[in-house]
C-alpha cells in the first residue's frame, strides 16, 4: 500500500511547483497551486504503476468497458483518498497555507458524457480498480464535454465547454500507441494464394492518438487506465509547405473535417438521432480501441484463438457495437482466420449492457450512408445478418414478421442493438424490472431464440466518491457507530439498522443533515443570491429535463400547493424549499420550455411574501458531478418520480438514499429494489404500476382530458399555464399545456398527479415526527451498501466477465 510521511509530501509537493511553473511557490495563484497538487499525485499513481508492472505477470484477464462517454467529475480528492492520503496531504499543505477543499473545488469537472449511463461507467472505472479488476474504460477525447448551463431570464443558454483550456493534470498523450483509422474508399477483392481477399483502398485515414488517465483503487495499489482518443490528421500528409494553394484549401479542409471527429461529446439523452458524425465517432474510438488491445495482445504472445480467456470487451449500451465487425474484420482481414473461428472468438468476447427500452432511443443508421462511410464494416455486417438470418429462417421458417422484427438489417437501416444481442455473450439489463422488460417484451423474440445470454446487473454508484467523499460527516459517523469494515465491504453498512431507535445517533445524524443543507444554502446564497430556510423541507429534483422523468408533474404540484397557501395562508404545512437542477438537451424544445416554467413559478414564489415563510423553489444552474455532490448530501428528499417502466435504473436514487435522503418514487427501475430494501414504511411510494402502464399503453382508454375536466386543482392549473398567471407571454408555456391535454399525456402526468400530492402529503406527516424521521433515514443509509457499484461490478466479474483471481470478497 501506498504511504507518505508529511514531511516527505510537503518537500515533493514544493518541488513539484518550482519544476513545474519555474519559480518558488509563495509567488504563485490558485491554478498553480492546484496544477501542482494534481501533477504529484499523477506522479505517485505512476510510480505505483510502474511498480505494479515490475512484479506483476499478465496472465491476468483483461477488462475493456468501451463507453461513449465517462462522467468523471472532478479526479483531485477521489485520487487523494483512493491513495489514502488525503489527511496528510490536507495537513501537509495546511502547514504551507493552502486549504485543500478549496484547492479540490478549483478544478474543473470532466464532463465528458450526458448524464446516468456515462456517469455509471465513471462509477465502474472506481469500482474496477478498487475490486482489483484490472478494467480499462476505452472512448473519446471530446475537446468539448457536455455544455455549460447559463440561465438567463429564465431560459437556458449553452455555452462550450472548454474544459481542455486550462490544462488536464491527469492525462498523458501516448502518440506512439496511435492507430489509423480509415473511413470511406472502396473496398476491391482479389485471390491472394488461394485465399479471397478484402484491400481496403481510397479512404480516408485518420489517425487516432490516445490520451491515458490512469484510474487508483481505493487504498490497494491498483492502477488501471482510462484511454481517450483523440482525432488528428495522418501528419505527413498535412505538410503545410509542400501543398500548392489548391492543396492547401484541401488539407484545410481535411484537417478540419479529421478534427471535427472529437470535437463535441453529442447533448442527447435517451433520444437519438441519426447524424453521420455520431456514425463517424462510434467507428473512430471503437477501431482504435480494438486495434490497439490486439496489438498489445499478441506484443505479449497471446495465441489469437483463446483471446475471450485473456480479454473481455464490454460495450456500455449500443453506441460501441461496432466493436463485433470490427474485432471480426481484425480477425478476418488481418489475422486470416476463417468466418467461423473469427465469428466464434468475438461472440466469446464482446459483451452488451442495454440501457433503454425506449423506441426513440434506440440507434439505427441508415444503410446507405453506412455503407459510404465504411465500407468493409458494412460487408461484414451484412455476411453476420444473413447467416442470422438464414437461422431464424431454419426455425422459424415462413414466419417472416418475426424474422423481420429480429433481423439487423430491415426497412433501409441496420439495427444496432439488434447486432449488439446478435454478436455478443451476454445482454444485461439495469434493474430486475427493466430486465424483465426486456425479456417479457422488448427484447422477447431474443430472449425466446438465445434465453441464456440475457441477465440482470442492477446499477450502482461508488459509495467512495458519494458518500466518503461527498459526505464527510455522515462517513465519519458511520465509522464511529459500526467501524469502517463498510468502507471495503460497503454491504456491512446494514450494522447501522440496529441503531435505528437510537435517539443519540438520531441526533448526530440530524445535526449533520443540517450543516450539509447549511452548506448547500449558502452555495445557493453566493451563486443566485437567494436566502432559504434550512428548516425547511429540502425536497430535491436533479437528473436531466426529460418528459418521462416528469418534472412536470412536481411542478404541476408545486403550483397547487401555491395555489393552495393563497386561498388558505393558515395553511398548516411544514415549510419546503424545492430545489431543481438539470439540463434540457439543446433541440429539445419541451425540456427547454420546462425549465422556463420552473424559473417562472420559482419567480412568481419566492416574490409573493403571501407564502414566503412557507415554500420556495430554486433552480440550480449547470448541474453536473461536482454540484450533485453538494445537492445530495443536503436532501431530505428525493424526488424519483419517472413513468413506471421509463426509467431503466436510475442512480440517483441510489446516492440520496446513501446520504439518508427518504425517496417519493413510482415503482420504476432500481426504486423498486429500493423499496425492497428499505421495506414499504420506509419509502413513499405513489402512481400507476407496471401493469396499469403496460396496459394503457396497449390497450388505450386513457384521457388526460377528462381528468383536466373532472379534478378542479387540475383544471385550475392547466389554465394557468395558458392565461398569463406565469408569464406575460401567455402562449410561453403552450407546449407544455399541448403536452399534457391536446396530445394526451404521453407519461401519466395527470393519471399519477393525485396520487402524487397524496404521498407529498405524508411526506408533510412525517416530517413533523423527527424521531420516526430521522429512524427512516438511518435505515435507508444502512441499506444502500447494496447500491454500491463494487456489488455491481463483482457480478459483472464473476456472471459476465469472469474474471478469475480478484481479490473481491465473496458475497
Ligand atoms: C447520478 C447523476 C445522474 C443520473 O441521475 P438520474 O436521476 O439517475 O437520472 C446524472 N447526472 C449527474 C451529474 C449525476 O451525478
Known sequence: MFYIDKNTFKEDYLEKYIELHGEEFKFG?????????????????????????????????????????????????????NLGIRDICKEGLNELGIDLDELESFEQDQGLGN??????????????????????????????????????????????????KCENVWEIRKPSNSQIVRFGGEVRMEKINGRLSFIH????????????????????????????????????????????????????????????????LYPDNTFYEGQMLRLKQQYFFVSAGIQSIISNFKKHGGDIFNLNESIAIHINDTHPTLAIPELMRILLDEELLSWEDA???????????????????????????????????????????????????????????????????????????????????????????????????????FYYFYPNKFN?????????????????????????????????????????????????????????????????????????????DTNS?????????????????????????????????????????????????????????????????????????????????????????????????????????STTTKEASGTSNMKFMMNGAITVATLDGANIEIKDQVSEENIIIFGLTEKEVLDYYSKGGYSSYDIYNNDIRINRILNDLVNGAYCNDKENFRAIYNHLLTYNDEFFDLRDFDSFVKAQDRVDKLYRDKSKWYSMSIINIAKSGIFSSDRTIYEYAKGIWDVPNSSCKDK
Open 29 to 81: 495563484n490558485m491554478r498553480q497551486k492546484y496544477e501542482a497538487l494534481g501533477s504529484l499525485v499523477r506522479d505517485y499513481i505512476t510510480k505505483i504503476k510502474i511498480e505494479n508492472n515490475k512484479t506483476n505477470n499478465h496472465d491476468n484477464k483483461q477488462v475493456y468497458y468501451f463507453s461513449m462517454e465517462f462522467l468523471l467529475g472532478r479526479l483531485l480528492g477521489s485520487n487523494l483518498l
Open 115 to 164: 448524464g446516468g449511463l456515462g456517469r455509471l461507467a465513471a462509477c465502474f472505472l472506481d469500482s474496477m480498480a478498487s475490486l482489483n479488476i484490472p478494467g480499462h474504460g476505452c472512448g473519446i477525447r471530446y475537446k468539448y464535454g457536455f455544455f455549460e448551463q447559463k440561465i438567463i431570464n429564465g431560459s437556458q443558454v449553452e455555452a462550450p465547454e472548454n474544459w481542455l
Open 201 to 264: 483502398i481510397n479512404y480516408d485515414p485518420v489517425l487516432a492518438v490516445p490520451y491515458d488517465t490512469l484510474i487508483i483503487g481505493h487504498e490497494n495499489s491498483a492502477v488501471n487506465n482510462l484511454r481517450l482518443w483523440s482525432a488528428e490528421p495522418v501528419s505527413n500528409e498535412f505538410d503545410f509547405s509542400s501543398f500548392s494553394r489548391g492543396e492547401y484549401l484541401k488539407a484545410i479542409e481535411y484537417k478540419n473535417s479529421v478534427e471535427a471527429i472529437s470535437n463535441v
Open 343 to 445: 465469428w466464434r472468438i468475438t461472440t466469446s468476447t464482446i459483451s452488451y449492457t442495454n440501457h433503454t427500452i425506449m423506441a426513440e432511443a434506440l440507434e439505427k443508421w441508415p444503410i446507405e450512408m453506412f455503407k459510404k462511410l465504411l465500407p468493409r464494416i458494412y460487408m461484414i455486417v451484412n455476411e453476420i445478418n444473413e447467416r442470422f438470418c438464414k437461422d431464424l429462417w431454419d426455425k422459424y421458417t415462413y414466419q417472416w414478421d418475426k424474422i423481420s422484427r429480429m433481423a439487423i438489417m430491415a426497412d433501409g437501416y441496420i439495427r444496432m442493438a439488434n447486432l449488439a444481442i446478435v454478436g455478443s455473450y451476454s445482454v444485461n439489463g439495469v434493474a430486475k424490472l427493466h430486465t424483465e422488460i426486456l425479456k417479457k417484451q422488448v427484447m422477447s423474440d
Open 456 to 532: 440482470n446487473k442492477t446499477n450502482g454508484i461508488t459509495h467512495r466518491r458519494w458518500l466518503i467523499k461527498c459526505n464527510p460527516q455522515l462517513s465519519n459517523l458511520l465509522k464511529e457507530t459500526i467501524g469502517d469494515g463498510w468502507v471495503k465491504h460497503p454491504t456491512d453498512m446494514e450494522y447501522l439498522y440496529k441503531f435505528k431507535d437510537d435517539e443519540n445517533i438520531k441526533d448526530r445524524l440530524a445535526l449533520i443533515k443540517k450543516n450539509n443543507k447549511i452548506a448547500l444554502s449558502e452555495f445557493i446564497k453566493n451563486n443566485q443570491g437567494i436566502n432559504i
Open 537 to 641: 423541507i429540502f425536497d430535491v429534483q436533479v437528473k436531466r429535463i426529460h418528459a418521462y422523468k416528469r418534472q412536470v408533474l412536481n411542478v404541476l404540484r408545486i403550483m397547487n400547493l401555491y395555489n393552495q397557501l393563497i386561498e388558505n395562508p393558515n395553511l398548516d404545512i411544514e415549510p419546503r424549499t424545492f430545489i431543481f437542477a438539470g439540463k434540457a438537451a439543446p433541440g429539445y424544445y419541451l425540456a427547454k420550455k420546462i425549465i422556463e416554467l420552473i424559473n417562472a413559478i420559482a419567480t412568481k414564489i419566492n416574490n409573493d411574501r403571501r407564502v414566503k415563510d412557507k415554500i420556495k423553489v430554486v433552480f440550480m444552474e449547470n448541474y453536473r458531478t461536482s454540484l450533485a455532490e453538494i445537492i445530495i448530501p443536503a436532501a431530505d428528499i428525493s424526488e424519483q418520480i
